[in-house]
């Protein structure tokens, strides 16, 4: 099994920043993905960001893009969104999720691992 820890939410106003941490701990693979996934009160899940095994290849869900990075430290099986730009409608709770295999997906169904959630609220 794997166990996916995030940390780094909070609250925020408008236009602040925020980095949150995913640890991952347990059974490892190589050629793995990582990402990013939130949802809104009411809302389904939705994909933020997701990177690569080796960090070469990113991608962003139209919404975020421009405004957050995702990137990931190898070494520390540890992954970073860092989310510039707040909005409130960026309000979520976020989770991190891993992936099997080299391809990066936007589907939730693809996605094997997940973590508990960390609050992001963001204020007007």
């Known amino acids: 099994q794997v166990q996916l820890v995030e940390s780094g939410g909070g609250l925020v106003q408008t236009g602040g920043s925020l980095r949150l941490s995913c640890a991952a701990s347990?059974?490892?693979?190589?050629?793995?993905?990582m990402g990013w996934f939130r949802q809104a009160p009411g809302k389904a899940r939705e994909f933020v960001a997701a990177?690569?095994?080796?960090?070469?290849?990113?991608y962003y869900s139209d919404s975020v893009k421009g405004r957050f990075t995702i990137s990931r430290d190898i070494a520390k099986n540890t992954q970073y969104l860092l989310m510039n730009g707040l909005k409130p409608e960026d309000t979520a709770v976020y989770y991190c999720?891993?992936?099997?295999?080299?391809?990066?997906?936007?589907?939730?169904?693809?996605?094997?691992?997940w973590g508990q959630g960390t609050q992001v609220t963001v204020s007007s």
């Open positions: 990177i690569s095994w080796s960090g070469g290849s990113t």
């Open positions: 999720a891993l992936k099997l295999g080299v391809l990066l997906s936007t589907e939730a169904a693809d996605w094997m691992y």
């Open positions: 347990g059974r490892t693979f190589n050629n793995h993905a």
